[in-house]
């Protein structure tokens, strides 16, 4: 019963659907692999090796083809396209930190910017009939406003991973004027480019480095205290779920040929998700007690912006779109998830999946009818 459950999810549309998913290894694509493999669709993932040891990816042990493989690397990108066939492209593979950026800012354009065009040419070269393509909420010009951004705000990015991002939204509206015009579609061309945007996730199966919830995880589970370094930062943060519930209801509206859903599209939390790094910690404290905090301010720290959040209006009334937990749950879920793996090595994934299907399902939200 529950398989027919999930199968149905996005009005069935997955099912029996090739996805080739890049960055399968990472912490959203691997909670995007999984979900896409309940629903029944033939899930290709390309993406280099795991970036951390554990990883997500591993441990769900899902039955899914997976490459090896660079998105810089066009000519293997074109061979895995054309060998599988893919009904769709979901593009995660990325440079993710925005530490890591200031270090090696060559290798985080080369793969944001360079690798998104190489995917984006494989697409085109193979005929992909849709393609989302994930990138950012930091891709916008950052004014710290006390207002969430809009989809026509423009892109910018202070440091190189934002930078990036925000290139990379410019590319994708590039070749969807160029090459994937809608005024052209059905007659020159049948491929539909979406953009999605999301801001902080949490979820079980991070261990990237430099993440506030990895390091408050990580540092509890070896009896430390954990540093913070931008206590006041204020953040919109939401469960990994939510955005992908996002990422695939535009998937849906691609595959059904709807050109109206090809531009970009914001996916965050409601307004009350939106709280300071410090809050995060006393919120995640009362689920595990054994956490500890101290604040390091280092002025001669790397710029990380203060407030960034999304307005997410045209997704919640074009494609009734709203987020299911609230940030209370979030956090729970979250903290429990580790606390789980740390304790017994048990593995809530599938459980946190089912829990945030059957409560879309309580909202009547439309994707989960």
Not at 215 to 231: A, E, H, Y
Not at 267 to 293: A, C, L, M, Q, R
Not at 346 to 361: C, G, H
Request: charged fraction near 25%; glycine fraction near 8%; include cysteine.
């Amino acid at each position: 019963m529950e398989n027919v459950v999930m199968r149905k999810l996005f009005g069935g549309i997955y099912e029996g659907k090739t996805v080739f998913l890049t960055g399968h290894t990472g912490f959203k694509g691997s909670w995007l692999a999984l979900w896409l493999h309940e629903m029944g669709a033939k899930v290709i993932g390309y993406s280099l090796e795991a970036p951390t040891n554990p990883n997500h990816i591993s441990l769900l042990k899902l039955p899914i083809t997976s490459i090896v493989g660079d998105i810089r690397d066009l000519e293997s990108l074109n061979r895995a396209m054309a060998q599988h066939k893919p009904d769709i492209v979901f593009h995660l593979a990325a440079q993710p930190l925005v530490r890591l950026s200031y270090e090696n800012p060559i290798e985080t354009y080369e793969t944001n910017v360079i690798g998104t065009l190489k995917v984006l040419e494989a697409c085109r070269a193979n005929g992909v009939k849709a393609i989302v393509n994930i990138t950012s909420d930091k891709a916008y010009e950052n004014r710290e406003w006390v207002w969430g951004y809009r989809e026509n705000d423009p892109m910018g990015g202070y440091d190189p991973y934002s930078s990036s991002k925000g290139a990379a939204e410019l590319l994708a509206s590039s070749y969807r004027n160029s090459y994937f015009n809608l005024d052209k579609y059905g007659v020159t061309h049948h491929t539909l480019l979406a953009s999605c945007r999301a801001g902080n996730v949490i979820g079980g199966g991070d261990w990237a480095k430099d993440r506030l919830m990895t390091d408050i995880m990580l540092s509890v589970s070896q009896g430390k205290k954990v540093t913070i370094r931008n206590p006041y930062a204020t953040r919109p943060w939401q469960h990994v779920l939510e955005p992908l519930s996002g990422y695939l209801a535009i998937g849906q509206k691609l595959l059904e040929g709807k050109k109206e859903f090809a531009e970009g599209w914001n996916f965050g939390p409601s307004d009350e998700g939106s709280i300071t790094v410090e809050e995060v910690v006393n919120h995640v404290k009362k689920h595990w007690d054994k956490i500890d905090y101290e604040i390091h301010r280092d002025p001669n720290a790397l710029h990380e912006a203060n407030l960034l959040k999304l307005d997410c209006s045209k997704a919640h009334i074009r494609l009734k779109w709203k987020d299911v937990w609230e940030s209370q749950t979030t956090f729970e879920k979250t903290v429990k998830w580790y606390k789980a793996y740390y304790g017994t090595a048990a593995l809530s994934t599938m459980d946190n999946l089912r829990q945030y299907v059957s409560d879309a399902k309580e909202k009547h939200l439309e994707w989960a009818r």
